[in-house]
């Protein structure tokens, strides 16, 4: 792999507002107005979308849209293994998170047989089923499907038969059964969640390294600990959310915008030094959401400074390979 490939996915019909299809957009100009020509650097796919069932009647309650978030994380899930096929590194910029489901389905796809991590840098575990979700908003669900999780001991909706079938394709999406083991998960800045997912991220004994405490450990003592927690994976997955940074201090530019979060610069050394590990195969960004921004295009400018700079170490890394 030695050549940076962008899978641009405007969809965003996993969250409960709309605009974060714009996010791609957002960054673009971010880097437009920055004088910086990024985005005419790397080849690129455009993923095509479902968005237009947005004006559909919702018919699933707790799992909103799925049948067609189903269908579009099968194209992300397709348009990733075929980058990884070609030898060409997938970085994933995305709308609404329930895209990640299918960045991880695709690097399955591509690679069965070989053990994924995933490091996890949100506000949310999205670790929720459409037997537990408050919301049935998806972008909440992808890790509970990549891990094949359905958390019936929390459940709390009764989930129709249509819902069920669509979230069995979704759980065995790219290959059959779960992508990734929950001793493979590695969150940071995880922070506000619902009682069913602390009841899973308990059961499954998955980490977590909040603001706080990367803040007094040390971010390097910390990225180094998930490191080595992440010792036996041949590959991994980075999936950068921006609200987990301070909505206070960047913007309030995402879905589900929470404080006390990161600041650009700790993301940016946090992805970097695990880019650094050489195992890193994949990256996604996504939830900027430009329509809710409170201070102009903020949070897609913040996005694009961390994207141009992780996207300068990893092609360090990539031409050292």
Known sequence: MNQIKIIKNRSDIGAGTRGSDMGIDAIEIAAINANNDYFTKYDFVDVETENESIYNKVKNAYSKRIEHVSYQCERVCTAVSNSLNEQ?????????????????????????????????????ADMHSPYTSPSGN?????????????????????????SIHYWDNMKNMGIKGPKLKPEDLVYFG?????????????KLSLRNYMVHEVRHRGLEVCVDEALDKLKDCD???????????DCDLISYGTGTPVSKGFDEFEIIKIINKIIESKKVICMEFVEVNPLLDNKGNKMGETAFVVLDAVTNTLTKILKNK
């Not at 972008?139 to 249509?162: Q, T, Y």
């Not at 590959?235 to 940074?245: G, N, Q």
């Open 235 to 245: 590959m991994i997955y980075i999936s950068f959310d921006v609200d987990s940074m």
């Open 190 to 202: 995880v922070r506000d969640t619902e009682e069913p997912e602390d009841n899973q991220i308990k």
């Open 138 to 162: 998806i972008h909440g669900m992808p890790l509970a499907a990549a891990i094949g999780e359905d958390n019936f001991e929390s459940r709390i909706n009764k989930v129709s038969e249509s």
């Open 88 to 124: 060409s590194f997938p970085l994933v910029i995305s709308g609404d998170h329930s895209s990640a489901l299918g960045t991880i389905s695709g690097i399955k796809k591509a690679f069965p047989n070989k053990r994924l991590g995933v490091v996890w840098i949100d506000a949310h």
